[in-house]
């Protein structure tokens, strides 16, 4: 008798299990509701759908964002103590372009230079160098407007000392370049007169040499600017003036050795003595 009971038993609770179950109402509607509703941030969820009165962190959030998407005086915000936006953008736009165009032309020089140079490659380095010199004028004179009238102004780089080192090394690399600027246009002004002579391997050594030294200082002074503009090393301790005139002098100092450099210059001396 007990062993039929617990067959019976057992029988039942097996049809039981597989008999198929009508779902909760409840479930049925959160899935009308979740497939009608449009919900990318998939904001309604279980827990959601068991309390629904309960706040969702992600509802605030999106709820407080609203205001500042849809109110045109709070997105502007940020430009609000921007002086003259457009100006300082168009600056630092012209900065950028001067100094990928003063890249590109010493790569000119760099890849063109060499001894006994045809003269369409004598004309390609004197069209890099020209250009070399707009560019250079239109940096300065965009750094000019970035470090007075834009930006954070004189006031905050005059003591900081990264921006004179930044000067220190704009002089250096300005300086350097008179050595190439000085050949190329004499070698000019010599293939118009028709007393150009090949150039030799000792004046194109020295030219790549001047070439590789401004690459190298067009790699250093965005890194100075950088820091600078963050702030780094910023003190009030030192008179901006020292500062300034140490550039001044390291920026005349070299450009008169280059320049005498350029005009001293001898190919081969000591060929020329022997041939005497």
């Known amino acids: 008798m007990k062993r039929s009971i617990f067959i019976w038993s057992l029988l039942a609770s097996t049809s039981s299990a597989w008999t198929p179950h009508p779902k909760p109402r409840s479930s049925l509607r959160e ?22 009165n309960a706040v969702r962190p992600a509802a605030v959030v999106l709820a407080s ?6 109110t045109p005086s709070v997105a502007s915000a940020a ?7 457009p100006g300082a953008a168009l600056a630092a736009y012209g900065h950028y372009i001067a100094l990928i165009g003063m890249l590109g032309c010493i790569m000119v020089e760099r890849l063109t230079i060499k001894p006994n140079m045809n003269d369409a490659e004598e004309d390609a380095i004197a069209a890099a160098d ?3 010199g707009i560019f250079g004028v239109l940096i300065s004179y965009t750094g000019y407007l970035r470090a007075v009238e834009f930006e954070k102004g004189f006031a905050f780089y005059s003591h900081e ?6 000067v220190a090394f704009v002089g250096v690399f300005g300086a350097s370049s008179f050595f190439n600027t000085v050949i190329i246009i004499q070698r000019a002004l010599a293939k118009r007169e028709g007393k150009l002579q090949p150039m030799g391997e000792k004046l194109s050594k020295r030219m790549i040499q001047i070439c590789n030294a401004e690459l190298t200082a067009i790699a250093i002074i965005p890194l100075t600017a950088t820091f600078m503009a963050r702030g780094v090393g910023y003190s009030e301790d030192i008179p901006w003036q020292a ?3 140490l550039a001044a002098l390291i920026f005349g100092g070299l450009s008169f050795k280059y320049v005498k450099e350029a005009l001293t210059f001898e190919e081969n001396p000591t060929l020329l003595e022997s041939s005497e």
């Open 161 to 166: 000392p990264l921006f004179w080192i930044k």
């Open 31 to 52: 899935k009308r509701l979740r497939e009608n509703t449009f919900d990318p941030l998939r904001l309604s969820d279980a827990s959601a759908a068991k309390s629904p």
């Open 65 to 70: 964002a609203l205001p500042l998407i849809a």
């Open 79 to 85: 430009t609000a103590f921007a002086p003259n936006a």
């Open 243 to 245: 500062e300034a005139a």
């Open 130 to 132: 020209i250009g070399l």
